[in-house]
């Protein structure tokens, strides 16, 4: 079993920056992968950005590349998402999630990982 708990959301003016961080606990070697994903309000949850963990192959939704960041500190089980220029199409609620199945290489189907955070807001002001 693998925990995973998300901290950093906050409101910021459109251009501005957030990092999250997701920290796991439990049994963290047995993870093979974690991303973001995001939903807002009244839309499908959406994948934003993922990280294989053998690898650390990055991967990234085509409306945040460039912007957003993903890296992780293996000491200690945390994966960050750095959020440059943000834009108010940003605001969601933003969810982390693991998964220790053998790497599907799904890393963009949210039907891809068995545990989640409860979630964090970002919102961002115009």
């Known amino acids: 079993q693998v925990q995973v708990e998300e901290s950093g959301g906050g409101s910021v003016p459109a251009g501005g920056s957030l990092r999250l961080a997701c920290a796991a606990s439990?049994?963290?070697?047995?993870?093979?992968?974690m991303g973001w994903f995001r939903q807002a309000p009244g839309k499908e949850r959406e994948f934003v950005a993922g990280?294989?963990?053998?690898?650390?192959?990055?991967y990234y939704a085509d409306s945040v590349k460039g912007r957003f960041t993903i890296s992780r500190d293996n000491a200690k089980n945390t994966v960050y998402l750095q959020m440059n220029s943000l834009k108010p199409e940003d605001t969601a609620v933003y969810y982390c999630?693991?998964?220790?199945?053998?790497?599907?290489?799904?890393?963009?189907?949210?039907?891809?990982?068995?545990?989640w955070g409860q979630g964090t807001q970002v919102t961002v002001s115009s």
């Open positions: 999630a693991a998964d220790s199945r053998p790497y599907s290489g799904r890393v963009y189907d949210s039907r891809a990982y068995a545990y």
């Open positions: 439990g049994r963290t070697y047995s993870i093979s992968v």
């Open positions: 990280i294989s963990w053998r690898a650390s192959s990055t």
